[in-house]
């Protein structure tokens, strides 16, 4: 023990006697610049003092001299030559804070902030402390963007000085600009307590439990300011809190907030106009409509265009309480206050006043006046033409709608290609003629929200034309970008590659949680003191770290991280991944290329989003419904095969979807073979036992196979499961006519009588009149019942399909045609043939 005692006294002495001849090591800079990274034993705290009770001596004489020279220069202007004397200084006496501190200080008046920043930090590390100092580097460090480093030296002046409150409230608004509202809001706290007090404290404080969401903890704060310190309150304090008290529905306690100020804060009991309106919007929530009203009647004598938001406020107020009639005074404020209509919200509201009303006119006349006043082209023009399209579908215009987007492309594309000299009859986009362009998605300088909005308005008036010419140049720029950067991921190494995918991963998970990564300060990363920001640093391993450089770095080359708000790189759908409106869209492409006949074209548009996408995205469904129009294309072009396939993987996933199954049929109907297809549907009856499509494809199959019993067994299982679906009623009744006309019956009456009497509770379910009357009509004729077939058939001429493709007039015609002839009335069929039959 005492050998060893003796060996650390030693070693002790040894390295004072070094630091003597050498200065510092760099293990001893480290130990007073990181103090928590120190390792082994409690150590004894360097207090800058001697055991005596004298300050250490940290400047040799030499290194003295040396700086009284350096200050001298600097003093007469010669700042490089101070600088390489005060370097000389720092290797002379490296733990002495005074020669970084004028290094800073020469570099500061020399215009280099940010290097004068760093010395006065290294300075501000070193014996003595000076809390002025980490004051000023706080303000710095501010000023140059380095927030975290803002916090972390206002820190070292909260620590040093616990009532210091300018630096805690400097450190709590930093906090708050950094988005860290947790530590901002107990920051805040310290403060309030001490100084409880403070109104300012109290408002900001209040507002950040608002952002929050916790409405209980500031409506308490706000209360407890009032009641306690009565002299420190504005009307601000009452402003917020009659807000809070009335996005809770407490309007009642939001008048007495207001009632109480109007006494106390105001001596002529005259309220500023937001408090007079607020007391007026509670007043109309308690049904006190004639103290509302006079509430409001300030609001109408202002000035319109400068509370444009209180009187939209109001007059959206009387729309909720059922008073459309008493809202139009304030919008038709708002309309007539001379203000520039330039803001869509602002359209819509009026917009919805008028149709609220009653007044379709006047909301179609607004927007037709918005419109002469725009300039051709613009956003707003097109903004506002969308919304009138959209006003126009709703109230039942579609053609009036259609002409007037086609118009608006028109103008578009004269406006986009005007300076260009040579009119080519292309689109804006290049893909489409100049009729119908649109404007192709960002490339004519129209925003990316404003493209998708047109082409749903195109597919809702089904346009499909003008819709793929609106939304192929974008389909076809995303495909390009994400098939570069897969490319380029590709050349990469695998390690890469995974992390990538990796990232992919947690970008979808973050924006199904309705989360986004926060974004990387590349400001804080050149900060020199790093300590600020060490909570932030992760645990990888450095590999790992590595590769998620990388794939940052390819991800902002290829603007993978942009989320599809702008029309920044030429209109690609860069929210295809994640936003649900841009895949519909997508796929709704793929569907109206087959619509219009380009197969080969929505084929390869499905192969590429499949190879792109599929394991991208994270809601299957998706995947599924492109390969649903996959199949739809293999069905029409006959290749059966590759068409089963691609129905297969969809309908195995979803056993209990009727529009997948009801594709899958069409595709094992086409294929014809009835023992292949029972294996496959037996196959998935078994494991989806509840599933009411595959019993009555069950059911279908069975009848084609003309085993009627077992085809009941399986229609019977889909009727206990939906007993007054039209088609399983259709199903049950075909099903027993059937049975009854084989030779097998035991009861033939009884089975004609069970199948006619599902017709009449299948009429009576159907929503289509025409078809129960054709089908009814149609299951008489088959039996040769032909006084019952005749009036049912003649019910269906009578009646109307809901579409074209539905009509059953024909077929009706030509099978009542046929009865005629049977009974010799061959001038009634002639007739009948000639009216319904004529082109």
Known sequence: ????????????????????????????????????????????????KKPGGQPLKLMSQEAEAALCSATLLYASGRNDEALAQLMEVVRLSPNAAEPYHTIGTIYEAKGNPRKALDFYMIAAHLPPKDLDLWRRLASMSTEQGFLRQAIYCLNKVVHGDRTDVHAQWDRAVLYTDLGHHKRAIAAFERIHDLRPGDAEVTKVLSRLYFRTKDVRKATALLEHHIATYPAEVDLTHVNILAELQMDVGEHGRAAATIQHAAA????????????????????????????????????????????????????????????????????????????????????????????????????????????????????????????????????????????LLLHADGMDMSAAGGGGGGGGTKGAGGAGSGTTG?????????????????AQLLLQLGQDEAFLNTMMPAVEATMDHYQAADFQAGELPPAVRK???????????????????????????????????????DRRK????????????????????????????????????????????????????????????????????LDLFAKRWMDKSKRDSVRMVAAEVHLQRRALTEALQAVKAAAVRWPHSRVVWNCAARVLAAIGAIGHTAKFVRTQRAKHPTSVPLMLLSGHICSAQAVHGDALTHYFHAYRHAPQHPLTLLCLAVAFLNQAMSRKVGDRHEGVLRGFAFLREYST????????????????????????????YETALRETGNSAATDLRREAAHNLALIYKRSGAHALARRLLRQHFTV
């Open 438 to 454: 649109a404007g192709g998605a960002g490339s004519g300088g129209e925003p990316l929200p404003l493209t998708l909005r047109r």
């Open 542 to 609: 450095a590999h790992i770290k590595k590769a998620d450089a990388q794939a940052e770095a390819l991800a902002a080359m290829t603007d993978l991280d942009t989320d599809g708000e702008g029309d920044e790189g030429g209109g690609v759908l860069t929210g295809v991944l994640r936003d649900s409106q841009q895949i519909e869209l997508l796929i709704s492409t793929a569907r109206a290329l087959v619509r219009v006949g380009r197969l080969d074209d929505a084929l390869h548009l499905c192969n590429r989003t």
């Open 499 to 537: 992390a990538l995918r990796r990232r992919d991963r947690r970008k979808a998970m973050l924006a199904e949680r309705g989360l986004s990564a926060e974004p990387r300060d590349t400001a804080e990363e050149q900060a020199m003191f790093q300590e600020a920001v060490a909570r932030s640093q």
């Open 1 to 48: 023990g005492r050998g060893a005692r003796r060996g650390g006294d030693g070693s002790r002495r040894q390295s004072a006697a070094q630091q003597q001849v050498f200065g510092a090591g760099v293990d001893d800079i480290d130990a007073l610049l990181n103090p928590k990274a120190r390792r082994g034993g409690r150590r004894q705290r360097k207090t800058g």
């Open 765 to 792: 379910q159907s929503q289509r009149p025409q078809e129960a009357a054709y089908n009814m009509g149609r299951a008489a004729h088959q039996l040769g019942l032909l006084h019952l077939a005749v009036p049912l």
């Open 264 to 403: 106390a804060l105001c001596p002529d009991g005259q309220l500023p106009i937001d408090l007079q309106v607020k007391a007026g919007m509670c007043a109309l929530r308690q049904g006190e409509e004639a103290a509302a009203t006079e509430s409001f009647q300030a609001l109408l004598a202002e000035d319109a265009a400068e509370y444009a938001d209180l009187l939209l406020q109001v007059a959206q107020l009387w729309l909720d309480v059922g008073r459309p009639a008493d809202a139009q005074p304030y919008f038709q404020a708002v309309h007539g206050s001379g203000s520039p209509l330039d803001d869509a919200s602002v359209w819509a509201a009026l917009a919805t006043g008028y149709r609220t009303a009653g007044q379709i006119d006047e909301a179609i006349q607004l927007y037709q006046n918005i419109l002469q006043g725009l300039e051709p082209g613009s956003a707003p023009y097109t903004e506002a033409t969308l919304a009138l399209a959209n006003l126009l579908c709703e109230v039942g215009h579609p053609g009036q709608a259609s002409s």
